[in-house]
T-cell receptor, first 113, second 114 residues
Framework: AQSVTQLDSQVPVFEEAPVELRCNYSSSVSVYLFWYVQYPNQGLQLLLKYLSGSTLVKGINGFEAEFNKSQTSFHLRKPSVHISDTAEYFCALGGTAGNKLTFGGGTRVLVKP | DTGVSQDPRHKITKRGQNVTFRCDPISEHNRLYWYRQTLGQGPEFLTYFQNEAQLEKSRLLSDRFSAERPKGSFSTLEIQRTEQGDSAMYLC????????????FGPGTRLTVT
């Protein structure tokens, strides 16, 4: 069985400060990892993905994530956040037949001026 | 290039009524997925199609739920005899069959059962 744990339900952060959102996963099959962002009353937008290769992946809007197999983690980082980064962020795990995604519970980021 | 579209965006219905949602995937995407998202939670997988074939259904998909994808293009999700517990955001996503594992999501349909 697959599972995803996002360790922080809410992360308040000041504008222009760095932010890290933590994600741990459990899987017995091939691992494909994703981060999605969801703005209020909208669908999910793909930020970045890890399929194979380099463990440091860069995404849109200045976000990056590092895949760590030994720690079964895929933490998301941004060196300097903007007010517009206020949203909910979801870590997701694929790799089963049909590649349905298993999502974490989400981390709500609130950027303060 | 248009993304995934869903209709309606919002639906309010009374308990016991039937509702149907539509999803139009990105053109030429073979796979189509339905997820349900309740308030404060991550999306949960419901079912997926490859072309017109429904290949997997979650145990969350009770017998009141049915999904179709005729001709392998748009898909519909119908809920019969709605219950208050069905209130949620229903998300549709599509994915190319080969060479990509990411899914592209639509804006969702928010269902409120009163």
């Amino acid at each position: 069985a697959q599972s995803v744990t996002q360790l922080d339900s809410q992360v308040p952060v000041f504008e222009e400060a760095p932010v890290e959102l933590r994600c741990n996963y459990s899987s017995s099959v091939s691992v494909y990892l994703f981060w999605y962002v969801q703005y209020p009353n909208q669908g999910l937008q793909l930020l970045l993905k890890y399929l194979s290769g380099s463990t440091l992946v860069k995404g849109i809007n200045g976000f990056e994530a590092e895949f760590n197999k030994s720690q079964t983690s895929f933490h998301l980082r941004k060196p300097s956040v903007h007010i517009s980064d206020t949203a909910e962020y979801f870590c997701a795990l694929g790799g089963t037949a049909g590649n349905k995604l298993t999502f974490g519970g989400g981390t709500r980021v609130l950027v303060k001026p | 290039d248009t993304g995934v579209s869903q209709d309606p965006r919002h639906k309010i219905t009374k308990r016991g009524q039937n509702v149907t949602f539509r999803c139009d995937p990105i053109s030429e995407h073979n796979r189509l997925y339905w997820y349900r998202q309740t308030l404060g939670q991550g999306p949960e997988f419901l079912t997926y199609f490859q072309n017109e074939a429904q290949l997997e259904k979650s145990r969350l998909l009770s017998d009141r739920f049915s999904a179709e994808r005729p001709k392998g293009s748009f898909s519909t999700l119908e809920i019969q005899r709605t219950e208050q517990g069905d209130s949620a955001m229903y998300l549709c996503a599509s994915s190319p069959r080969q060479g990509a594992y990411e899914q592209y999501f639509g804006p969702g349909t928010r269902l409120t059962v009163t």
